[in-house]
């Protein structure tokens, strides 16, 4: 399906693609409004998905038509998230298998992430393959955020590969077109959202899992 010939890197978003870790968001959220007397639902969750939780919190401020203090709701839903993470993050189907096969393939490996660096380090708490990838593009790193194809640039120059010459997995609208604006082999991979009508037709292919690859 792939001619991993002509590529020199892959990418990996890392919320919703290599990890499951949007469950445990979304069920921090509802735990955290449920504390400020606000009602948090699936659907609602949704709107939060590839975009970073600085920006989520002031949408879930409007949301509670301001009835909660972003600095208290914030503080407490990092509170209740690391709780639940302290239980291990959910890995993605199939990507270890994935993994363990494109290491053989000697390119170079990368996550590009709309999380902090504090937030990979609590994905990889539990997990000893955080080594497999030579470079880690997160949010402390860019001055623009996915849908800006900025991090993806820059997990380019640091690998020193051409743009084109990468494949990026990603779960998100939004993850998908920084990718796609970056001149990057966008492969989507849906997690809880599907893609919309827009972006699906740029994506260069669609997969159900990682396990579509092996």
Known sequence: MLNYNNFDAILFDMDGTIFDSEVVHREAWKITANQFGQVFTNEMYLQFIGITTPDCMKLAVK???????????????????????????????????????????????????????????????????????????????????????????????????????AIVFEDSNTGATAALDAGCYTIGIPDLVKFNIETANRLHLEIDSFEALL
């Not at 503080?75 to 239980?87: E, G, S």
């Not at 992430?113 to 030579?134: L, R």
């Not at 993806?152 to 084109?164: F, H, I, K, T």
């Open 63 to 165: 949301m509670f038509n301001n009835e909660v203090k972003l600095l208290d709701f914030s503080t407490c839903y990092f509170d209740n998230l690391k709780i639940l993470m302290q239980h291990g993050v959910p890995i993605k189907t199939g990507f270890l298998a994935y993994l363990n096969f494109i290491k053989k393939l000697n390119k170079s490996l990368g996550i590009v992430t709309s999380s902090t660096i504090t937030g990979v380090q609590s994905n990889f708490a539990h997990y000893n393959f955080h080594s497999e990838f030579k470079v880690v593009v997160t949010r402390d790193d860019v001055n623009q955020f996915k849908p800006n194809p900025e991090p993806y640039l820059l997990a380019c120059e640091r690998l020193a590969v051409n743009p084109q010459r």
